[in-house]
């Protein structure tokens, strides 16, 4: 440790102790130690806006997560949903081809009153169009959701970048 009474190699600037080249007295600059302090101010005054704004970015990126963290599970439950309504009408219709088949094969006209056949063959085809027309509106609010989740992650991608 230097004592007060060691010759110092550093300028007044920065060793205020030193004197000031306009006072000849080996004094201490009182204007230089002045100056530093408010120097210290002013990088407290930026470091302070500095953490403000990282501030504001975490509390938008914590946001902007949320709302990806909340419209995820929903996507995915109502995807899972979806999924196991088209394997079941699939599974359905599957069964309905089936006995199709086995009629086909018989290479013989239909026994008994074609009614029943043309029942079942418009109960199918009935279900089939309400799958279609719910998958249609399947796609739309899929479409929305992930269109959400990609302007969401663009903001996010954004404020990582600022």
């Known amino acids: 440790m230097r004592k007060n009474s060691e010759p110092a190699d550093k300028s007044s600037a920065e ?5 000031d080249e306009n006072n000849p007295d080996p004094l201490i600059s009182v204007e230089n130690l002045h100056r530093e302090v408010k120097e210290w101010h002013n990088e407290h005054d930026t470091w302070l806006q500095d953490a403000d704004q990282w501030q504001r970015e ?5 946001l902007l997560l949320y709302k990806m963290e909340r419209a995820l599970p929903d996507q995915n439950n109502s995807m899972d949903e979806h ?17 199709l088949r086995v009629l086909l094969a018989r290479d013989k006209p239909y026994p ?3 009614d ?17 027309a719910r998958h249609a509106l ?3 609010t899929h479409l929305a959701a992930m269109s959400e989740l990609t302007r969401l992650t663009q903001m996010l991608e954004q404020t990582e970048e600022g």
């Open 116 to 132: 029943a056949l043309l029942e079942e063959h418009k109960l199918q085809k009935n279900l089939h169009r309400q799958e279609r």
């Open 83 to 99: 999924i196991k309504i088209i394997r079941s009408h699939k599974q359905r219709l599957n069964a309905y081809e089936k006995d």
């Open 138 to 140: 399947f796609r739309h």
């Open 112 to 114: 008994g009153k074609h």
């Open 15 to 19: 060793n205020p102790m030193l004197k």
């Open 58 to 62: 975490q509390k938008l990126i914590s």
